[in-house]
């Protein structure tokens, strides 16, 4: 059984306060966050809206994706959506291991 993969392009953010966030909201990108399997640490990024909703359409359970100097392999963690509108606020991404 093949398994579906999709790529995704993600950029780092350094701010993690909610200014930052409305902003990258306002400029059409989504807020997230990237948990590694093998350590404590997490990683917030952004994506562009609409790469993260043809991720959605593809149908893929693992996406690939650059997240600071290394690629990675990820599934969604957690969407979270607005209550009324159903606009995506925010992405949990979790890496996984292939071999495990």
Do not use: C, W
């Amino acid at each position: 059984m093949s398994v579906k993969e999709f790529k995704l392009e993600v950029n780092k953010r350094i701010g993690s306060d909610k200014k930052s966030r409305k902003k990258i909201r306002r400029e059409g990108g989504i807020p997230g966050v990237y948990y590694s399997y093998d350590s404590k640490e997490s990683i917030s990024f952004s994506i562009d809206q609409k790469e993260l909703l043809l991720a959605q359409k593809s149908g893929a359970h693992i996406f690939n994706v650059s997240v600071g100097d290394k690629k990675r392999n990820v599934i969604f963690k957690s969407v979270q959506y607005h209550p009324v509108t159903d606009e995506i606020l925010h992405i949990d991404l979790y890496g996984v291991k292939m071999d495990q």
